[in-house]
């Protein structure tokens, strides 16, 4: 079973960055999709970013495209978020997911694709 700890989050300005990390423990990490998603209050979860497992696919909203960069080393199961020209629009809670099936032959990006979750860190964009 997978467990993921997300860090990383705080309150920056407009045009700051930020970089989270996810930590995975369980022996499934390598080959696993990982994905990062974000809750704004009042909206639903929406899909940020994922890296496919060995061959290191990526996949961006366009919201954060240019912006945000997902990367993951697999000798630390970790999984990191690198967010630059932040806005206030990204204020959020970010969570990272694990999706544990199998060969999957393309990127999940859809929020039911993933099986584990983790406890969310907040992000705020101050103007």
């Known amino acids: 079973q997978v467990q993921l700890v997300e860090s990383g989050g705080g309150l920056v300005q407009a045009g700051g960055s930020l970089r989270l990390s996810c930590a995975a423990s369980g022996r499934t990490f390598s080959a696993s999709t990982m994905g990062w998603f974000r809750q704004a209050p009042g909206k639903e979860r929406e899909f940020v970013a994922a890296?496919?497992?060995?061959?290191?696919?990526?996949y961006y909203a366009d919201s954060v495209k240019g912006r945000f960069t997902i990367s993951r080393d697999n000798a630390k199961n970790t999984v990191y978020l690198q967010m630059n020209s932040l806005k206030p629009e990204d204020t959020a809670v970010y969570y990272c997911?694990?999706?544990?099936?199998?060969?999957?032959?393309?990127?999940?990006?859809?929020?039911?694709?993933?099986?584990?979750w983790g406890q969310g860190t907040q992000v705020t964009v101050s103007s």
């Open positions: 997911a694990a999706d544990l099936t199998p060969y999957r032959s393309y990127v999940a990006v859809n929020s039911y694709e993933y099986d584990v």
């Open positions: 890296i496919s497992g060995n061959t290191y696919n990526t």
